[in-house]
């Protein structure tokens, strides 16, 4: 019996967590009931590591005899509705390609090749430091109070621009933490990175936000060249600023 409810909570649990993933935040509702972002970004950035967990742990359970309770057979048909649910984020997830094959496409530049995963990074973890052949500019104040981080290598006669927005619900993040193995490699594939600083709610507000990084990007356009020797660099242009610049 105590395998069989093992296997229920855990079903349970994956069950909860693939709904949150799947749900659409909606305006009308409280914050309370939102989708948590940290539980989705735990269950969708982590899909095929769940669903082997998963089978193992079924396997392992069902072998103690989970599947002679009504309880663990519940456990079950839960773990695969878990399932069919880590399917449609993984189809979501692979959609995500098209999209950014689509502005490179845009913006001229080719889509390199992926490369294959180095099994040693997967079981260790990524590095954070930065790589001997990048160059890492720090606490750049491109407006009063808010700073940003650039990489590069040297060089390049050419390198396109991307700016870096760090996550964290607009309330939280640090823009030296997140996404720096994109950073390393965007870098090191030649392009300047970019990672920015904003203020942060419920001191600043949304218009506040938008405003410091529209001064960002204006700061890359006109000061970005003039910063050492990154003039050389000739991608600046191609960040387009839509809107006027106010506030």
């Given at each position: 019996?105590?395998?069989?409810r093992?296997l229920f909570?855990?079903s349970?649990?994956?069950?909860?967590?693939?709904?949150?993933?799947?749900?659409?935040p909606?305006?009308d509702r409280s914050s309370?009931?939102?989708?948590?972002?940290?539980?989705?970004?735990?269950?969708?950035?982590?899909?095929p590591?769940?669903?082997a967990?998963?089978?193992?742990l079924v396997?392992?359970?069902?072998?103690?005899?989970?599947?002679?309770?009504?309880i663990?057979?519940?456990g079950?048909?839960?773990?695969?509705?878990t399932w069919a649910?880590?399917?449609v984020?993984q189809v979501?997830a692979a959609?995500?390609?098209?999209?950014?094959?689509?502005?490179l496409d845009?913006?001229?530049?080719?889509?390199s090749v992926?490369?294959?995963?180095?099994w040693r990074?997967?079981?260790v973890g990524?590095?954070?430091?930065v790589p001997?052949d990048?160059?890492?500019v720090?606490?750049?104040?491109?407006?009063?109070?808010?700073?940003?981080?650039?990489?590069?290598?040297?060089?390049?006669?050419t390198?396109p621009v991307?700016?870096?927005i760090h996550?964290g619900?607009?309330?939280?993040?640090?823009r030296r933490?997140?996404?720096r193995?994109l950073l390393h490699l965007?870098?090191?594939?030649?392009?300047v990175t970019?990672?920015?600083s904003y203020p942060l709610?419920?001191q600043?507000?949304?218009?506040?936000q938008?405003?410091?990084l529209?001064?960002?990007i204006?700061w890359i356009?006109t000061?970005?060249?003039?910063?050492g020797d990154?003039a050389?660099?000739?991608?600046?242009?191609r960040?387009?600023?839509?809107?006027?610049?106010?506030?």
């Amino acid at each position: 019996m105590l395998a069989a409810r093992i296997l229920f909570v855990i079903s349970l649990i994956g069950v909860v967590g693939a709904a949150n993933a799947l749900a659409k935040p909606r305006r009308d509702r409280s914050s309370h009931l939102q989708p948590s972002w940290l539980f989705a970004v735990l269950t969708a950035e982590l899909v095929p590591l769940h669903t082997a967990v998963h089978i193992v742990l079924v396997a392992v359970l069902t072998a103690f005899g989970a599947l002679e309770h009504r309880i663990g057979r519940i456990g079950v048909a839960l773990t695969l509705i878990t399932w069919a649910a880590y399917a449609v984020l993984q189809v979501r997830a692979a959609k995500s390609r098209y999209a950014v094959d689509a502005a490179l496409d845009a913006a001229a530049i080719a889509p390199s090749v992926p490369a294959r995963p180095a099994w040693r990074r997967i079981l260790v973890g990524y590095s954070f430091r930065v790589p001997a052949d990048i160059k890492r500019v720090e606490n750049i104040e491109y407006t009063p109070g808010h700073h940003l981080n650039l990489y590069r290598i040297d060089g390049e006669s050419t390198r396109p621009v991307v700016v870096q927005i760090h996550g964290g619900s607009w309330d939280g993040g640090n823009r030296r933490q997140q996404a720096r193995p994109l950073l390393h490699l965007l870098a090191e594939r030649g392009w300047v990175t970019a990672s920015v600083s904003y203020p942060l709610v419920p001191q600043a507000s949304a218009d506040d936000q938008l405003i410091a990084l529209k001064r960002a990007i204006a700061w890359i356009r006109t000061e970005g060249p003039e910063h050492g020797d990154i003039a050389k660099c000739c991608g600046w242009g191609r960040i387009v600023r839509r809107r006027p610049l106010s506030g």
